[in-house]
């Protein structure tokens, strides 16, 4: 009989901890893995765990341990047989070093074959991480899979992205899938609870994570960007309130994003968006499924006063603002037009 394994630290994502687990514990690991699933809910914190139980120095039930020189080095990212690659490390080992990067390049793909080409130094397995794996340039990937069609015995892969999808078949074909889900809003205000969050304040900051542990533990750990946000959920709802409001934001934003702050405007919009979807849950009756919870009342009131066709329209206009800025229209343009199509408050 198989001796159980000492439970992962981890919180959720039962079925990949298991199967990843088991495979550190037997030996029977895959040369590459590819988790899938949206930013914040683990998918970095879970390949690192792997890590961590691959080189562990414990007993193979007890991996990881934590505890051993391997598993803390992994922890600090100083593990000579553990590499990690982003655009951020990417610009690190740049002299220009300005993180303006938009893709991986073959430069870093062909730095990271060259490392992993050699034997561990410590360890059974060197391990590569390769985050964001789906911001890979197009010769940056047909060099990965020069390295996934004849991998070195010792070599690990695993690669992070967003959507599985989004990578060419080639590579897919070449991994080890392991989609990660958001957990229930119930895990989430659990685990927030159990590090000493108050309940009410951890069911408000599960609601707003969508799933997303990560998300969830930075604003339980950062109260000015808990308060700033809500602040901004005040302003996007006093906005949906009132046209005169509405018209003030819309160009207020359009100055932000003449000034450069692009990701700025498209976050507040992206929260406009949730707004609205809240407000066509509410109006549909699915008050449990709605993100800004700690605002109900206010929403639910505006809900009412609207069809679900003109609370559809608001979140037609405010998606389509989206899109208009991303191919670059003229932002004063699209903000004017994004607010002119809402539903008017009656």
């Given at each position: 009989m198989e001796i159980a394994a000492t439970p992962w630290p981890i919180v959720g994502h039962t079925v990949a901890v298991e199967m990843l687990a088991r495979a550190a514990r037997t030996g029977q690991v895959a040369h590459a893995y590819l988790f899938s699933g949206p930013e914040g809910i683990g998918r970095f914190t879970l390949a690192r765990i792997f890590a961590q139980a691959l080189l562990c120095e414990a007993p193979a039930d007890e991996r990881p341990c934590g505890r051993c020189s391997a598993c803390q080095r992994v922890e600090r990212g100083v593990h000579p047989d553990v590499s990690v690659i982003s655009r951020e490390t990417q610009a690190a080992t740049e002299e220009r070093g300005d993180g303006k990067h938009t893709r991986i390049s073959i430069e870093t793909v062909r730095n990271l074959r060259a490392s992993i080409s050699l034997r561990p130094m410590e360890g059974r397995w060197r391990v590569a991480i390769i985050a964001e794996s789906d911001l890979l340039s197009?010769?940056?990937?047909?060099?990965?899979?020069?390295?996934?069609?004849?991998?070195?015995?010792?070599?690990?892969l695993i690669l992070i992205a967003t959507e599985a999808e989004a990578l060419p078949e080639t590579i897919r074909s070449r991994c080890q899938p392991v989609p990660l889900e958001p957990l229930s809003r119930s895990a989430v205000a659990d685990e927030l609870t159990r590090r000493g969050i108050p309940p009410e304040e951890a069911a408000t900051i599960a609601s707003l994570s969508r799933g997303r542990i990560g998300h969830a533990l930075a604003l339980a750990a950062d109260p000015e960007a808990l308060n700033a946000r809500r602040q901004a959920v005040d302003a996007g709802l006093e906005m949906i309130e009132s046209p005169l409001a509405a018209i003030a934001g819309a160009r207020r934003l359009a100055d932000t994003y003449r000034r450069g702050q692009r990701d700025a405007v498209e976050r507040q919009i992206d929260l406009l968006l949730g707004l609205w979807r809240d407000l066509l849950l509410l109006a549909g009756g699915c008050d449990d499924a709605i993100v800004n919870a700690d605002r109900c009342d206010r929403l639910a009131r505006l809900a009412r006063q609207w069809t679900l066709a003109e609370i559809h329209r608001g979140v037609v206009a405010t998606l389509q603002a989206l899109g208009d800025l991303a191919i670059n229209a003229q932002p004063r343009l699209v903000l004017d037009h994004m607010v002119t199509q809402w539903p008017q408050p009656r």
């Open positions: 197009r010769d940056a990937f047909d060099a990965l899979l020069k390295t996934l069609e004849e991998p070195p015995p010792f070599v690990v």
